[in-house]
């Protein structure tokens, strides 16, 4: 990978995305960018790391400084994964080849999609590093098992558990472009999978209701999972205390708090408001990451002072993928490095461990 | 009804909203969309419900999930019932035979204005669902009895009493564009009325106080109101705790929480404000609706989890009568249907009955 | 007076501001409008209002209902007035002579200011209702005793000590203009008083506090005003409780919370804000009059709710003047009458004197 | 300096800031006017002052009313000093020589950057007022001291040791205009200077902490630093309490509430935010000077309210140094100074002294 030929004008997260409005496709760029419904929970995950205020502590040794984390057994050298996006080639026509190419550069966790546009088996082939496998579960659970299956022997070292999007949001952006797949892409992990007949509800009937939700994962699906596979399991998605305890209690060996980047249901609060709630009921029995409006280094310091352990980027590496491919996502993710550790300093605390509440002002 | 020839670049009441100013006459427009004065009310009935946030709750299971709820004897097959809009041969040609076609079709409770633009007993002859009556109580309280009586034996199954509106609101808007019905439209339900002279207040009188409130109801036409029918009666337009407690004292049947929209008195709070004050007083003595401000399956959630029975909407689905007729409505209804299931099931919520505060975020 | 000529188009007060640009020579509406340094007090003056909300109470019987008011003395037929403001003629060729017609037509209190342009016994000449006279204490003593004793025997019924603007505020919009007065308009009323020596402070110096203060008005000077006129005095322009009592205490016969219109000190709250704690400290025993950022009827409910007898408007009835003369002052004064009025009828209250605190709404 | 060719259309700091686009080249204005990241804080520092709201005090004598005020044994006419500032000449082609004229003739405190464009010496040289030196400890200690001594032989009063920047912030304005200094630019003082070498980062290291930060400055430099001179040492860019404390325990004779023009960490609070805190836990123990964000007299007020001693500007006496040179730098702080009279008289405050927090309104 030819480092140097990264684009010479791009600074942050937010030069990254401007670009890519001119690297993808517009209907591409509108799935990307887009929320449920009118984008209020989508808009509100970047600005309430906004209204976080910090406070220096000054003139603090930093020998030794570092921003590694051990996390699920694994050593990661900083704190930033990334999250799991459909369809990597809508953005790039190497896909998730290229972006597994970046995370491995650098060291970067990275969570593949059920719904990834190249095999699982291929992106593990390619990977120098660790990757976990992020898991919808279908309709047909037999197909289901056979994908977690799959995920074990390509070398995946955790399973994902997205539980927030049993139905698609309200995507009205998407539907004015008319967004589809175009020829080529498609989620090739599910070929071949029983799909439940499509049901046209008529005008007495309920649009949701009738029928199409017999399928969907309940809390029975976490045991049967837990039943048919040694993987740690990490569920994405909850924003309640209550359910934290469920799964908890399920045996999960990890959280994500997510709003899914507020494409699913709006007017949820942003992930930063969410989690100083989740942390207090799981009290360190797992460990927390959080995703869903990640734009700067200081909302990564934020994020880890309030509880989290790591956070994961999604729309922010898929514009970098956009513009520059694989070299894109390395630099994207070194800007955000940089920025934690320069926050780092500037908040006196030499590793991740050091990061804690103390360093948010309170007026 | 040609279901199929609806809009198909439009997915949410936003999109109908925007095309419909292609679909009205300006004044008309100017006329639906306008509130009273800055309009400070009719903005806030809206931008209200976005700062109220949601949360999840994961891996329910669906079976037998309904939207169906009973309301003053009646069983609807969703909480959506159209609110009485004057004239709607304003926005389309049909009038209200289009809307009644429409809520006949879905199954929705309609409210009938009694300035409807076509005669209250044309509207139930096209009726396969029951309807409600939207009463002013007029001046001439003879003729008012007898559109009561009127409206009983046309079939109307309950009497929504407006009480908010006993003189027109600053409506600035509307004076701005020289609003006035076209020819050919009219209150025909009011037509042979006597109406009070028109008395030209002089520079030294008061505009208002001089004369003309001398006919405007006051809480004996309640009782007044109920000695003359067995109808029930459902006051509309109820902000203060004060005035619920005297209007279920005097034995009216159900209270939907209305600014009218935000078109009479300007700075009023929400009504998704409101609500929870009213509802705590209600203390589910009779069930309460609201109105002004859905534009989201969301916000019927809210209103539901806040106290509301069901919701009515107004604006919205004159927007999609102006641009589709009767097939617009239906689409419309099916929209916010849909919005209306998908946030029950990302909320856990299987039946309107499980939907209380516990979904409301508390930061 | 032709009232019928009254520009059809105009609405409120809004729309009078609106049209006046064009009735207006530029550096005389940047002088009216303005205010100081960034205007953030001026602005606040407006939005606060809007931001009290109100509560209906429905179903009143308003008999007898009317919005008279005494106030030291006389009996006014609605509760506004109009302020002292500095050279109509500015905005009129008539100027103040056009304004005391329209006040005493429709029966307005008036208060001519220290810096008519119109001699104050000419104004009073042509009033039919009685009026008030706004001092501003001069560095001439001598000459301010005179300008007294010409107020009490031109007939003017009350004095109103404006004490907030010892110096001129920090006028950078009117400075951006160059704004001067042009050949023709001058405060006539000081014609031939001493005026002190500029003085250029040098580099090294005060601007401000190298002599020019030595003869601003201090509290001795109410007592010396008291000792040479029996006319009641109103202070106008305090913000503070402290100096609430000293004025109360020395004998003061009104209040006017002001913070002249966001002209003198940039920042200071919004009267509206100011109001109830200053109502609280004086408990009743002088009348208070309010004004700045009065633009509606709700906004003088709101002013009488919060402890206020009356309120004054300034600019409000200058656009009017500069639009249609003597009659847009009346039109104007009747759209917010019957704005008033229409904010009592729905808010359930048959006279002023019902207006209290229980009309606003908390959350 | 011939006073009397200021701008004439300038009135306000904004004025100079509007005018100031045009007297520099774009690469040196998005230095000067950008900040760190996002510019939250740097935008913030502004808008802080704004929301806090005055009170007024009417009708006080101003007999002897000054501004004079002392600070560490020098006594200022006002307290308004030039916050250091790097490079004057990419805005004037005097740099720092205008800059000190103008402060020598006005009688304002200066504080030199080491960062300054003019060698120290010539800058002291051509000043009749004492100077203060503002100090980086650079990674060769050995200069360091040495450019302490050069401070001392110069005569400079006092050392401001700036701590909140020991690395460059997050500076994106500036990279995006690939800002640098032009040809014949430089940060004198320094020159012949050993610097550490550079160090390129590979791609499994951190950026910043694989060795950068071996010479940054810690507390004990602090200590290092009093072992050398005996000239007062003023620290700035404290935003917590507990390194008050610390800074106070080890002796520093005054405090200098910064943020850096929010140009270092960004979503930092503004310093008048964070004022009343610092202020608390210093208990007059030493003096507080307060900068970033101060563009009006009121600010000033504001700042000196709330437990500042003097304020410092920066930006806006950089901004008249462009439109101006030594002239503009004049003319703007009388501009101030009028303001802040302004304001001490419409608040009743005859001296610095009599300026405390019950000027400020509460709500």
Redesign the interface.
């Known amino acids: 990978m030819v480092?140097s030929i990264v684009p010479p004008?791009l600074?942050?997260v937010?030069?990254y995305e401007k670009s890519s409005v001119k690297h993808m496709d517009h209907t591409a760029w509108s799935y990307l960018v887009g929320g449920s419904?009118?984008e209020?929970t989508a808009d509100k995950n970047k600005c309430a790391?906004?209204e976080?205020?910090?406070?220096?502590?000054?003139?603090?040794?930093?020998?030794g400084?570092?921003?590694r984390l051990n996390l699920l057994g694994s050593t990661l050298?900083?704190p930033i994964l990334l999250a799991p996006v459909a369809w990597h080639k809508l953005f790039h026509p190497d896909g998730e080849l290229a972006t597994v190419q970046a995370a491995s550069?650098?060291?970067a966790g990275m969570v593949v999609s059920t719904q990834s546009s190249v095999l699982l088996e291929d992106v593990a082939e390619n990977a120098t590093k660790p990757l976990w496998f992020q898991l919808y579960i279908q309709p047909d659970r037999m197909f289901t098992a056979e994908l977690v299956k799959r995920a074990e022997q390509a070398g995946y070292k955790a399973l994902v558990l997205t539980?927030?999007a049993?139905?698609s949001?309200?995507r009205?952006r998407e539907?004015?472009v008319n967004f589809h797949l175009p020829q080529g892409i498609s989620s090739v992990n599910l070929a071949g999978m029983k799909r439940p007949a499509v049901h046209n509800a008529s005008?007495?009937e309920?649009?949701?209701?009738s029928g199409q939700?017999?399928s969907?994962?309940?809390?029975q699906?976490?045991e049967w999972l837990k039943s048919i596979t040694s993987l740690p399991i990490i569920v994405k998605?909850?924003?309640?205390v209550?359910?934290v305890e469920q799964a908890i209690t399920l045996g999960v060996n990890g959280l994500i708090v997510s709003n899914h980047g507020g494409r699913?249901?709006?007017?949820?609060?942003s992930t930063i408001?969410?989690l100083p709630g989740i942390a207090e009921q799981v009290a360190g029995r797992v460990p927390i990451l959080l995703d869903s409006g990640i734009r700067?280094?200081?909302d990564i310091l934020k994020a880890l002072a309030l509880g989290a352990s790591a956070v994961m980027i999604g729309r922010p590496y898929i514009y970098a993928l956009s513009v520059a491919g694989a070299v894109g996502v390395?630099h994207l993710l070194?800007i955000l490095?940089?920025?934690l550790?320069?926050?780092m300093?500037?908040?006196g605390c030499r590793t991740l461990y050091e990061i804690d509440r103390s360093l948010l002002?309170k007026?």
Do not use: H, K
């Open positions: 480092y004008q600074f942050s937010e030069d419904a009118d209020i790391f906004d976080i205020q910090l406070q220096t502590q000054v003139l603090r040794d930093f020998a400084a570092n921003t050298p900083f550069a650098i060291g539980i927030d049993p139905i949001g309200v009205n539907q004015r005008l007495l309920s649009p949701l209701f939700l017999e969907i994962p309940t809390w699906d976490i998605g909850i924003t309640s209550a359910d699913v249901l709006d007017t949820l609060p408001e969410l700067r280094g200081t390395v070194n490095r940089a920025e550790e320069a926050a300093v500037l908040t002002w007026s």
